[in-house]
């Protein structure tokens, strides 16, 4: 283009002649096409911010001026600089007097509504008057939509031209001013439009998330019905259990894979922010975000490949004694996630809709969970759909029904019924002894078998213990060494040769080997000692009743202390070893305390279990141990007639039953409920 704008076709005081005809009609083509692609751009559905950047480029460009801008009213009244070319920094921004003469000068097109010229360094030098302390002539035209002044168009002309130039130039901003009006005029009422249809989505995800009082399915609602109302890629709902939160519902799942990494990764970082009671809005810059939450989210945008995530904490609604409390005390119930996995762009309208979403998601959730949280709310919800059982019709049922019932009760009160301890144990001999290893050491032999008999004395099994073997040699070595040098010294003492002093030197000498051999002979009769407990002895006359003894022990190692087989007396007395669990010992010892003699026993044996035999308690231990699945128990000896018994087999299965006396039926039959209830519960409150 040219230098300027092309001429006024009335002249305007310039002179027509000394212009280039061709570069007039190109000027005129160039701004054509610029007021086409104004006109284009108006009609198209593109951001405010991208239509005023490319409309005001246009426009200085078609009026070959040094810039503009373009202006817009917010809610308070104040102007607001919506996008700039060349903005006069320094008489506009810079110099406050001069920033709030141009204000008022704005303020007053505004509000005449009318375009206006205003020539450079004009207006009063007061800074409360309007005035235009630039070095340009402002041309000025308003935005209008309805009748409505919503905003300003501003051009920065260079001066000079004339009178008739000038309002060319006016009358064709007022021209683009209103292909902008009509720009902003659809974008209102498609916004309008959208608004609408936002609210119809709204009413209906309103109407579904308050619908139920079910806090899980109320969670499925929102997270399905949410993400076609924000217009995301995926909605979750996170729960909070104890201190930390947990993914709950996502959009479009039907059930969730709690040990995920990326649901637990997710679950941690929902944590973090409800803790920092702080929004989430997450575009993949984390330069202002606090490392505690900065970990956990690079943590799940690895997993999941999020572009754009927001985390809003959900906090049920405040009443009016908690609004006039300073601070918020409250804690978050729960956690709203939105995620996009394709742009990482937000809006206005999905941030809009996503606090709305995130508003009425936390009210319905929790009045979900105070509904949940109501004393036996099962039972008012079975009396209340129970209300046809007192009709007329049903009444003599009812009576019916009420008077069984109180029978029953009454009977589980009143009846009496033996009251059995239920325990499990095994059969075994009276007199056994556990074999076990003296030292460490590896089984070398083993030369008895199961079942088989033995006499106080025969071996049952040799041990071997590397390091006892070094030391015994060791200090056999020693040993001879010593009495290698005895003998040298003792012949050496009967040299005439000898002064006195080196007799009795040798004879000190002697003396300490003298002792030295001695203390060789003890320490190598205590090592001979514990070689010999290497061998395992019976200490009875007996049976081996270890299973596979020889193919269990043999070449395997032992610890010291290690119970390596048992040897019984099958020929004495048998008695059952029963583990009563610890928390029914006070029913025992109560039972104990009424009675002369200590309890009987019915048990059967697993290899009969048709039949009963009968014993008694002879012996409750002190102390409760761990035994096996059945936890902390008391060990219970019961002394049994062999005689009775179809088979005598050790270790045998046996399930028994401790007589402790009559109780109510009732008692009986639920005193493990009972005692459960007054642990658990009653002794709590």
Known sequence: MGTGPAPHPSGGGTDMGTIDPVLIQQTKNEIRSLVTEITQLCQSDIPLAEFYEEYLRRVVSALASHGGAVWSMRDDGSLQLDYQVNLPKAELVDDEASRHRHGRLLQNVIASGQPTLVPPQSGSTDGEEAGNSTDFLLILACLRVDQETIGVVEIFQRAGGGPTTQRGYLRFLVQMCEHASDFLKNRRLRHLGDRQSLWEQLEGFIRSAHHRLDSKATAYTIVNESRRLIQCDRVSIAFRKGK????????????????????????????????????????????????QVDEPLHAYVDQAHAKMLAVIPLYPPTTEDESDKSGDPREAIGALIVEELASSRIDNGMSERVEI??????????????????????????IGKAKWIVQARTLPKTIAISVAVIAVILSLVLVPKDFDLAAKGKLQPAVRREIFAHLDGVVIDVPVAHEQAVHKGDVLARMSNNKLEVEIANLIGKKRTTQERIRSLTRAQYDQKLTVEQQNQMAGELLELAQAEE????????LR?????????SEMDGQVVTWSVGDVLLRRPVQRGQILMTVVDPTGDWELELNMPERRMGHLIEAVNAGERLPAVTFNL???PGKEFEGRVTEIHRVAEVRGEDGNTVLLRVAVDKAALPELRSETTVTARVKCGTRSIGFVVFHELIETIQTKVLFWL
């Open 606 to 608: 697993a290899s009969h």
């Open 357 to 382: 979403v995130a508003t009425h998601a936390a009210s319905a959730l929790a009045n979900a969970i105070e509904h949940e949280s109501l004393f036996l709310l099962p039972v008012w919800r079975a």
């Open 244 to 291: 930390n939160l947990v993914i709950e519902a996502v959009s479009g799942l039907d059930t969730i894979d709690r040990r995920a990494a990326e649901v637990q990764q997710l679950g941690r970082l929902a944590t973090v922010v409800a803790t920092a009671k702080r929004p989430l809005w997450y575009t993949g810059n984390n330069r202002d975000l606090p490392p």
């Open 529 to 537: 000692e514990q070689q010999e407990r290497l061998v395992l002895r």
């Open 519 to 526: 203390s060789i002979d003890r320490e190598l009769a205590l």
